[in-house]
């Protein structure tokens, strides 16, 4: 049994360098020989709603999942903060049916282990700004205006203007190892020791975490570009590998 997975890649045009980052992970020959290949949230800087132009710009990462499914694997997407409301968008334009996209959550359980799956903003339990933030992008709403009314150029700039705003606020005061104990403290709280492994991203930390007292393990790629690697975890035995 194998799982590849990967997060916060933040493919913002095509061509750029996290845009090949994402190609050479969906063609790595690991994740081709993967039963598991798992996008963790943030993959893109800026993907909201079901619009064409988001599958004309990436057409060749939908093409590879297709072909990740047409080679028999399970893939997942797990939306994040920058890329929601993506379910119209892999049914109905990509025709990628058979990928499961999902804003919350998912246990797996894989040859006798538990695998708590998610883009793992949740581990980030005291910014409740944030998660009133979420909760309000995430709404039926927010869906519905992303689904039917807001065109492609107001939604692009208004996303690409408030990120470039959340992007310099973070980099003032991003403190990875203060990040790092964040992440780590509030998995213990979130999943509490109850599955053998947490796959995660969001922080932009790389981590591998035993909890506690526990036999789980927090799995963090970070951000993909700072990193160079993806997680693969073959057997249940946890590595992270080169993506250069």
């Known amino acids: 049994m194998k799982i590849s997975a990967i997060s916060d890649v933040h493919v913002k045009a095509p061509n750029d360098d996290a845009d090949r980052r994402l190609s050479m992970f969906l063609a790595h020959p690991e994740v081709l020989s993967s039963d598991y290949v798992i996008l963790l949230g943030d993959i893109y800087d800026l993907m909201v709603g079901p619009h064409a132009e988001y599958f004309q710009q990436f057409r060749h990462h939908f093409q590879a999942m297709d072909e990740l499914l047409r080679l028999g694997k399970k893939v997942y997407f797990f939306e994040g903060n920058h890329d929601v409301h993506l379910e119209k968008l892999f049914r109905e334009i990509c025709k990628t049916s058979e990928v499961v996209v999902s804003q919350r ?4 359980e894989l040859d006798g282990k538990t695998y708590y799956v998610s883009h ?91 909890i506690p007292g526990t036999s789980s393990f927090y ?15 073959h057997d249940h035995v946890v590595n992270f590998l080169p993506l250069e």
């Open 105 to 108: 959550p998912i246990v797996l």
């Open 120 to 210: 793992g903003d949740e581990h980030e339990v005291e910014n409740l700004t944030y998660h009133r933030y979420m909760r309000f992008i995430r709404s039926r709403p927010l869906k519905f205006i992303a689904d039917y009314i807001m065109p492609y150029r107001v939604l692009n700039y208004l996303g690409r203007r408030a990120s470039k705003v959340s992007r310099k606020k973070g980099m003032k005061r991003f403190d990875p190892e203060a990040v790092r104990q964040t992440f780590r403290e509030g998995v213990r709280k979130t999943t509490e020791g109850k599955f053998d492994f947490v796959l995660g991203g969001h922080s932009h930390v790389k981590d591998l975490y035993q």
């Open 219 to 233: 799995l963090n790629n970070g951000y993909a570009l700072n990193s160079k690697t993806f997680i693969c975890i």
